[in-house]
């Protein structure tokens, strides 16, 4: 059973496209985040939802837009695609206001999607 | 603000011998803090925290780690390290109980040697 899913693993484009990433937690988490991983394997913050709700919004282009139609997604959709935005994005949720069980503070991650931008 | 060090881009330790990897944090508030390992290709797996309680954390795959707060560290250890245990390794901080935000450190990549 996949806690944390995302799709597709690997996304080959060229620079000015459109792609989006998705997300799906079958945790019962309220919280969901993306995490972009540079070259370097740093891993810094870009968004997080709770419940919907914007909640944690880094400095990003404005070409990356999240989207969450409900607690157990977290879509990140990204416009005129640049050479620089080739990385591994990372998803990942946590349980922060006790919906499942309790508080849990640990955030979970998927496996992460590969993006190559050409 | 909030961060984390992680001062040794490499450690190598031979298959049997301890093994640590250092991290040291910086919040305003309360650390919460983390470890996670991520193998080659994959995503970032949890390991242990700590939150509150016991300075001393255990954890996944018989690892520990040891929150000191007067030098503000939690380094990650194994007394007995296996070649399975190479992989890069990420201390995380985040400030308390109502900022979400998780700070991670550059990484760390241990290789055990058979």
């Known amino acids: 059973d996949t806690a944390v899913s995302q799709t597709p693993k690997y996304l080959v484009t060229q620079m000015g496209n459109d792609k989006s990433i998705k997300c799906e937690q079958n945790?019962?988490?309220?919280?969901m985040y993306w995490y972009k991983q540079d070259s370097k394997k740093f891993l810094k913050i870009m968004f997080s939802?709770?419940?919907?709700?914007?909640?944690i919004n880094e400095t990003v282009p404005n070409r990356f837009s999240p989207k969450s139609p409900d607690k157990a997604h977290l879509n990140l959709h990204i416009n005129s695609l640049e050479l620089g935005d080739s990385a591994v994005y990372f998803c990942?949720?946590?349980?922060?206001?006790?919906?499942?069980?309790?508080?849990?503070?640990?955030?979970?991650f998927g496996p992460g999607t590969r993006l190559l931008v050409l | 603000a909030q961060s984390v060090a992680q001062p040794e881009d490499q450690v190598n330790v031979a298959e049997g011998n301890p093994l640590t990897v250092k991290c040291t944090y910086s919040?305003?508030?309360?650390?919460?803090l983390f470890w996670y390992v991520q193998y080659p290709n994959r995503g970032l797996q949890f390991l242990l925290k700590?939150?509150?309680?016991?300075?001393l954390v255990k954890g996944s795959y018989g690892f520990e780690a040891e929150f000191n707060k007067s030098q503000t560290s939690f380094h990650l250890k194994k007394p007995s390290a296996l070649v399975s245990d190479s992989a890069l390794y990420f201390c995380?901080?985040?400030?308390?109980?109502?900022?979400?935000?998780?700070?991670f450190g550059a990484g760390t990549t241990v290789t055990v040697r058979a």
């Open positions: 990942a949720s946590s349980s922060e206001f006790g919906l499942a069980g309790g508080r849990q503070e640990t955030q979970y």
């Open positions: 945790l019962g988490h309220d919280t």
């Open positions: 939802y709770n419940n919907k709700e914007l909640i």
């Open positions: 919040v305003s508030g309360n650390p919460y």
């Open positions: 700590y939150i509150t309680g016991d300075n």
């Open positions: 995380a901080v985040r400030d308390g109980v109502n900022d979400y935000k998780l700070s």
